[in-house]
């Protein structure tokens, strides 16, 4: 499949803003695993697949209700979930932790469950304990481009202190965010015009140069992590001018 055709599907395949209430929110796509093993003391995070593939940030244009209106108005997407991929072997009374140490500014993350605010969302800790069973946590952002996070993983006595002899891991998500309404309209005032244009040629790497900004992942429509001339066929029908 070209380029252009990949995008095209991509476009296609999101769904309209036309508001509706969400029995619960959707994935965005299949499960990818992040699979923890506790093998001789040491710590090993598997990622499913690419672990550089970039997941969509996709917004339905569903609200849902109680806690999980946390994701009204939020582009999101559920499809990373942690997962025992063999041997955990660990002390009685210890766990395994998951500590951000960076993110993308504007990333949001949720509880599977709960929807309560994890990674320091919203001032919570940036240290979360996975209870061993498959969990699905949501990543949030209002803000089109690419967003990223980084873990450390690691074994912790019962109030999550590190246990020494243990080696932690480090594992790296990622997503994109590309609004659906509006393509293109990096300003977000409503309308494509030649501020987004200018916005556009800041952004634009040519083919299989992936040096882009954060923020030009807005631009980069089939999710190449290029802006190239493909990503212009995709935008130049969008112009309409102030």
Request: charged residues 15%; aromatic residues 14%; proline residues 4%.
């Amino acid at each position: 499949m070209s380029s252009l055709a990949r995008a095209i599907a991509f476009l296609s395949f999101l769904p309209c803003a036309a508001q509706a209430m969400g029995a619960s929110p959707q994935l965005g796509g299949p499960m990818k695993h992040l699979q923890v093993t506790v093998i001789n003391q040491i710590v090993t995070v598997s990622v499913d697949g690419d672990p550089n593939e970039r997941l969509w940030l996709q917004d339905y244009g569903e609200t849902y209700a109680g806690a999980a209106s946390v994701l009204d108005g939020q582009s999101y997407n559920g499809q990373y979930g942690w997962l025992i991929g063999g041997i955990v072997d660990i002390p009685s009374g210890a766990g395994v932790f998951v500590e951000l140490q960076s993110q993308s500014e504007g990333l949001l993350a949720f509880e599977q469950g709960t929807f309560a605010p994890i990674f320091g969302t919203q001032g919570s800790d940036v240290v979360w304990q996975w209870n061993g069973f498959m969990t699905h946590n949501w990543y949030a952002a209002d803000t089109c481009g690419k967003y990223e996070a980084i873990y450390e993983v690691y074994v912790g006595d019962a109030v999550g202190n590190r246990i020494p002899e243990y080696v932690s891991d480090f594992v790296t998500l990622y997503w994109q965010f590309v609004p659906v309404e509006n393509l293109g309209d990096f300003d977000q005032d409503g309308d494509v015009d030649l501020l987004d244009f200018a916005e556009f040629q800041t952004c634009f790497t040519g083919s299989g140069e992936s040096t882009m900004a954060s923020h030009c992942g807005c631009f980069d429509f089939d999710g190449d992590d290029d802006v190239d001339a493909v990503d212009y066929q995709a935008i130049e029908p969008a112009f309409e001018g102030e």
